[in-house]
């Protein structure tokens, strides 16, 4: 499985997972300039992005720790031009689904409130 399908794959798990724990997808892969939110959803209220990190392996650490402080600021740029532009109220939460995907095993770990907008 080369790098696009990988995380594609783990997409799709992701959006399987939150939708049988009660999320409702909004958007996925929401592009704006450079940059992208893999999925927008909404649960009790929330409006909640969610960044997925899918790796094979844990050899370089947990998917999740390559979510740099970078990355987190772009999805956080992303998320209010989507707000504005679809005039959304709710209050925003920032979640991270990070999945290992490979012949073996299959681990995901939904981590929320995972990041917080800078002031």
Same mark, same amino acid.
């Given at each position: 499985?080369?790098?696009?399908?990988?995380?594609?794959?783990?997409?799709?798990?992701?959006?399987?997972?939150?939708?049988?724990?009660? *999320?409702? #997808?909004?958007?996925?892969?929401?592009?704006?300039?450079?940059?992208?939110?893999?999925? #927008?959803?909404?649960?009790?209220?929330?409006?909640?992005?969610?960044?997925?990190?899918?790796?094979?392996?844990?050899?370089?650490?947990?998917? *999740?720790?390559?979510?740099?402080?970078?990355?987190?600021?772009?999805?956080?740029?992303?998320?209010?031009? *989507?707000?504005?532009?679809?005039?959304?109220?709710?209050?925003?939460?920032?979640?991270?689904?990070?999945?290992?995907?490979?012949?073996?095993?299959?681990?995901?770990?939904?981590?929320?409130?995972?990041?917080?907008?800078?002031?």
């Amino acid at each position: 499985m080369n790098h696009i399908e990988l995380g594609t794959s783990g997409e799709n798990l992701a959006v399987n997972h939150l939708t049988t724990k009660g *999320y409702e #997808i909004v958007e996925r892969n929401f592009r704006w300039k450079h940059s992208e939110i893999d999925i #927008i959803c909404e649960k009790d209220g929330l409006l909640v992005v969610v960044e997925v990190k899918t790796r094979n392996s844990n050899a370089l650490g947990k998917p *999740y720790q390559s979510v740099t402080i970078a990355k987190q600021r772009r999805v956080i740029k992303v998320a209010n031009h *989507y707000i504005q532009l679809y005039k959304r109220e709710e209050e925003v939460r920032f979640d991270i689904v990070s999945i290992i995907l490979n012949q073996n095993r299959m681990e995901l770990e939904h981590i929320e409130n995972a990041f917080y907008p800078l002031v």
